[in-house]
Each structure stands twice: as C-alpha cells, then as structure tokens.
C-alpha cells in the first residue's frame, strides 16, 4: 500500500456525501453458444457518408478467434465500430452476447487501430492499465481495488518493468500492449481488435500474439486484418470486399485448436 | 525587510485578499489542470472575457454582479456549443465569434454607462474591492469546484485522456465536457473581482501550463500548479499594495509568470 498524502481522508471524505451510480444498467445477457449474430446487416462509416457494406450476414461462436480480412477501406472498421455500439447500424440486425450492440457494456471491449489520447498526459502506464476497472466501479467511485488483475494484466503482457513510466514515453507497441492489458483487466468476453499489429515489431507481436491464442473458452476475438498471412492461425476467416461479407473458413468442432 | 511583508498584514482588506487568492489559486489551479491538457486554453479565455457585459449590465440593472456575470458565461458556453454544432463552423471560430461579440457588447454598455473608470477594477481587478460577501461566494464557489473535482476525478482524467474509451464504458464524455465547462464559468465568476476579467483566464492556464511541465500524473500537475499559483498569487498581491499604480490582477499575473519561466528553462525535455 502507498503512503497517503495528509489531505487524502479530506478528499475521500467527498465520496461519502454521494450515491454511486453505475455507468450503465447491468449486464446480464450470457453468452449462448454464439457470441455474434448479424442479419442483413449495413452500415456506413459516416452517418450521411456512403453505405461501407450491406446485408452482411454471419455468426461468431463463443470462444471462437475470428480473422477480419479485406484490402483498406473495405469497412472492417466500420463493422467492428458497429459491433462496439460505437455506430449505429443503418439497416439490419446485430446481437453482441444476446443483447444490441450498445456503448457502457463492460463484457465488450474495442481496440481502435489508431487509439485518439491526448498526448502528452501526466498517466503513468499503471494507472491507464487501470483504467479498465472503471466499468466495474461506476460514477463517484475511487478506484481502490483491482490491482492484483492490474499486475496479472502487465505480466501477462510483459509490460511490469514498464509500470511506472510515463505514458507519453511509450512506444506505439508498447503502448498497444497496455491498452491490450486495459482490456484484459476490464475482464471482456468479446474482444474487438482493429489492426492491432500495425505497430508493432516482431518482439511485441510475439506477446500480443502469444496472448490472444493463449487458450481461453471464455474470450471470443474479432480482429481485422489487411494482410491475409495474419489470418493463418484464427479459427474463422470472415471477408468483407466490394461492400460484401462472406464467411471464408468456418470453425468446425472445438474452437480452440491451436491449444 | 521585514516591514515590507508584515505592513500590508496590518490591513483588513489585505487579509481578505490574501484568503481570496488561495481559494481561487485553489481551485483556478484544479481546474486549470484540465484546461490545459485538454486544450482549451482558448476556451477558458472567451468565458472569462465573456463575464464583462453581463456585471456590467447587472451592475446597471442594480443587480449582483455575479448573477450577471454567470448568466453571461453560460450564454456563451451556450452559445459557442449551439455555433460549432453546425456543419461549416468549426470551434475554434466559434469561440472566436462569442468571445469578440461578448466583449464588444461589454465595451459597448460600458460606453453607454459612461463610467469607464468604475469599471477598471471590473477589467483588471483590485485588491481593495473584495468585501466579505465576495469572500463568501469565492469561498462556497471553491468548496463546489473542488468537491465536484474530486467526486469525478476518475471520469474527467479517463475522458480527458481517451475519450472514445470514456463512451465505450458509458461514462458520457459530453456530460463530462458540459461539467468541465460550467466549473470553468464559476471558477471564472469567482476570481473577477480579484483578478478581472481580462486577466482571470491566466489564472486557468500559467498555474497548470507550469505543472504540466513538472508533474509525471495528474494529482502532482495539479501539486505543482497550486504551489504556482499560489507564489504568483500572494506576491502578486504585495507588488499590487506596495506598487498602488499596479491592479492586482496584472501583479499577480506576472508573479504566476516567473516560476512557469523558471520551470520552463530547467525542466527537462520529454
């Protein structure tokens, strides 16, 4: 435990004279065998901009790594945004873990390919790992626990050397790397990844790697890729091209076959 | 030596001063933490500009300054918000726009009062004017900033830094961005009198602007932007006594200068 400061009793005293809310209503939809399933689905990257793709249909099963490939521009991340509650959907349906897609939902968690922080900001690499428990303290809430899922977030992630240093310092891997963490300790069922290697050497892609196919039944992967060579060792390839899905390689029997 | 630091304590108003410019150096400092890393040093200036025509026309209607000076800062925050909302104007011109129109209008009534010299005090502020109802509403304005400071210090850090992350979990970076912006409009309503309102947007940004530059998380930038703000603040107001051509707001901000100077030569690059 850190020493206090002699005025923190003053401001903690704050938070007695407050309700905690949650941040959103609580979440109990389970998953039920399939973790994503869209209906005639279209969506555009832009509310008045031109349809990215339409009438996609697919499903992703719980546990399931899936490979979103197709050239740039293709909407992969429109879909994935679309999957986060991020954007709306301008026809069709989609349920993400038995519910529609909505923002405030801790069990989904969104890595954009280029991550908008301000820069710089005094955050040590710590606290932003930290930041993923938010979702589960909820307004007026100081975070006091959580910090044995933070430390197992940066082992897993090798980033505990680098716990105590400033954000701004990182490099675009390692700051990948923690935002990885961040998911990780934010506990999501369903993980979605925007190009996640685009900045990364082959060191922090070894450990990004290693993470997302370390056997896990409970987390489901949706990550888009440019390069089809990145899809190798998914379990399901899902192809979006001239605005059109399609479902290139289907998990068959148990998902986890890279074990 | 001595004298030169015990005479101005001999004075009642020196001490109601001195207690107004640690609660606003206090929460200005806070509060400025915020301003600065999120940009929005521009803003904070048009809200502070904006309060002008608003105590002036309460002051002409015979009513509280501070009605009127919130009433216009929240105009503006309106305003600015209602301007960029359409395609075409971006914010920054918005801001522009509110904050050029805002001060004219206060010239304007200013003109009209024909009582440019009552309102010195008002533009660049005054260590005598602060009675004892303003040391009351600075001081009820700054238990308010503070405490609702540190009751959202998780949510405004986390939208502040990543936002799209904030809306992910549902912690409603608008709302946040709306908070932030009506504490900037009463931490600006709080510290005229003392500062003024030409002056008063220094006081968001010199404090912080020094513990962005020596702080390594938001708790020690905000550390290290009150011990600024408070150096600038107390020598501020004894060059203001000992100089009496010098209004307070000028002397403090020039003594806020001088460590962001120092910190600036000597901290080390990023």
Known sequence: MKPQPWWSPLGDACFGLV???????PDR???????????????????????????????????????????????????????????????????????????????????????????????????????????????????????????????????????????????GGQLQRALLARATVQGAELLLLDEPYAALDQASRDIVEGFLFTPNANLTIVMATHDPADSQRFDRILELRHGALRTVHACTGHPHRHA | MLEFFLEPLREPFFHRALLAVVLSALTCACLGAYVVLRRMAFLSTALTHSILPGVVGAILLGLSPYVGALAAALLTAG????????????????????????????????????????????????????????????????????????????ELELASFDEEYAELIGARPAWLRA???????????????????????????????????LGRTLPQVMGWGIACALFGGISGLYLSYHFAGVPSGAGIVLCCALPYLVARLSAPRH
């Open chain 1, 29 to 171: 939809s389970e998953c039920q065998g399939i973790a994503v399933e869209a209906h005639g689905l279209s969506a555009a990257a832009r509310t008045d901009g031109p349809t990215a793709f339409a009438d996609a249909a697919f499903n992703i099963p719980c546990g399931c790594r899936t490979a979103l490939i197709g050239p740039n521009g293709s909407g992969k991340s429109t879909l994935l945004r679309v999957l986060a509650g991020l954007l709306p959907a301008t026809s069709g349906t989609v349920q993400i873990l038995g519910a529609k897609p909505q923002l405030g939902r801790a069990r989904v968690a969104y890595l954009a390919q280029r991550p908008r922080l301000t820069d710089p900001f005094p955050l040590t690499l710590r606290r932003l790992v930290q930041m993923g428990t938010y979702a589960h303290h909820g307004w007026f809430e100081e975070c006091h626990h959580g910090d044995e899922a933070v430390d197992r977030a940066l082992h897993l992630l090798q980033l505990t050397d680098l716990a105590e240093r400033a954000v701004h310092t990182l490099s």
């Open chain 1, 19 to 25: 309700p905690r809310i949650p941040y959103a209503r």
């Open chain 2, 79 to 154: 305003g600015i918000a209602w301007l960029s909302a359409r395609r075409g104007t971006s914010e920054d011109s918005a801001i522009g726009v509110m904050l050029s129109v805002m001060f004219a209008a206060g010239i304007a009534l200013m003109s009209a009062a024909h009582a440019w010299r009552d309102f010195t005090s008002l533009l660049f502020g005054s260590v005598v004017s602060v009675g004892t109802a303003d040391l009351l509403i600075i001081g009820l304005t700054s238990a308010g900033i503070l405490f609702t400071l540190r009751v959202l210090h998780k």
């Open chain 2, 179 to 213: 908070v932030l912006l009506i504490l900037v409009a009463l931490g600006a309503v709080a510290c005229v009198r003392l500062v003024g309102a030409l002056l008063t947007t220094a006081l968001f940004v010199i404090p912080s602007a020094t513990g962005v530059l």
